[in-house]
């Protein structure tokens, strides 16, 4: 966070995504048919948060550590989440044995069914979701195995304190713990193999040191951190060789941003709200607000969606926001000539000599 490139890059990225209405349909003959949203879609958190603060709370943590969590305190008639309370990702530890997960928040152990945990950017073989940066990271350093990867940037190596060597089996005393720190201090220093067992524990705190360690050892640029986090430079002010954004391109640079890089991002969090939901209902992010228009432009993409019969001239005025033609406005326009959009156009008749009437 101390690069204002990663700031803007993940605020931006939360403002839109929380600005997404949240939809909720089923599907009906191949249709979907839009039904009412549960509570859990409207306040998640009860009274603490609104949806949108919920979401936005959410998408903060994915892109800066990538994972989100969140304590399920109740649930519905059919067992599925009605209530997430979030906490706060440094508060989590992530335990790992074998294929089992549990989760220690402030001392308190939980299963995996009593958390609410979203993740980006897997790994096969980690039980951890990765920020933008570590992606970066796990790419062009090519670590051999998940498993390395994990050890290296999840203890945050490199940062004070040197090194944690915890046993997560039982609690060792002080003469345990000191020989086991000699013994593997002689393995590190003469370069032998150090072994250890299965049982992981993952903490967000140090990734998060080692995210910001990354960009500052590499030097990266602010250019190259929108590159990381999938926001165009343009979008946060920083500076582009050869860009050219103006007013008359706009729409088409905010189509281009949510197909290329917002777009993977809001399908895997549809995925995720909809598995709250009782199948075959799903839940759709309405991504129009990225794609708002000039008034011009879009008066001129609804008149030829209803000339085209896409759109039914009351959607069109819906989107608008106004309300239906009323009788009288109707009236008023047929006594100037015009037929009002939606009403039926007179009938043509043609004649058995070929002239039409």
């Known amino acids: 966070m101390r690069q204002s490139a990663v700031w803007a890059a993940i605020t931006l990225r939360a403002d839109l995504m929380s600005s997404f209405p949240i939809d909720v349909y089923r599907r009906v003959a191949g249709i979907q048919i839009e039904v009412p949203k549960p509570p859990v879609l409207i306040a998640p958190s009860g009274d603490q948060l609104t949806m949108r603060e919920w979401v936005y709370s959410t998408q903060m943590d994915l892109d800066r550590v990538g994972n989100c969590y969140g304590i399920i305190v109740e649930r519905d008639g059919a067992g599925r989440p009605a209530r997430i309370d979030l906490v706060p990702h440094d508060s989590v530890a992530v335990r790992v044995k074998g294929t089992e997960i549990t989760y220690q928040i402030k001392g308190k152990t939980y299963q995996r069914n009593e958390i609410w945990h979203e993740r ?6 980690l039980a951890m979701g990765l920020s933008p940066i570590a992606w970066a990271a796990w790419s062009l350093g090519m670590w051999s195995t998940a498993a390395d990867f994990a050890n290296d940037w999840f203890t945050a190596r490199g940062i004070r304190p040197s090194g944690l060597l915890k046993n997560t089996a039982k609690t060792l005393t002080d003469g345990e713990a000191d020989r086991i720190k000699e013994r593997f201090k002689v393995a590190v220093e003469d370069g032998d193999i150090l072994v250890t067992g299965n049982d992981w524990d993952f903490t967000t705190g140090p990734a998060v040191a080692q995210d910001m360690q990354f960009l500052a050892t590499m030097g990266y640029s602010d250019q190259d951190a929108a590159r990381f986090f999938g926001v165009p430079g343009d979008m946060i002010d920083v500076a582009t060789k050869g860009s050219s954004i103006t007013y008359a391109n706009i729409t088409q640079r905010n189509l281009q941003f949510l197909i290329t890089k917002l777009g993977p991002a809001v399908a895997r969090r549809e995925d995720a709200l909809s598995s709250l939901l009782a199948p075959p ?24 969606e209803v000339q085209g019969k896409v759109t039914a001239p009351s959607e069109a005025r819906a989107l608008m926001n106004r309300a239906p033609f009323t009788p009288e406005q109707i009236a008023e326009f047929e006594q100037l000539g015009i037929v009002a959009a939606g009403t039926p156009a007179p009938a043509t008749v043609i004649t058995t000599e070929g002239q039409s009437t």
Do not use: C, H, W
């Not at 980006?120 to 073989?125: E, K």
């Not at 759709?284 to 993409?301: C, F, G, H, W, Y």
């Open 120 to 125: 980006q950017y897997t790994l096969p073989g």
């Open 281 to 304: 209902r799903f839940v759709k992010l309405n991504t129009s607000a990225v794609l708002r228009m000039d008034p011009e432009t879009q008066s001129r993409i609804l008149i030829n």
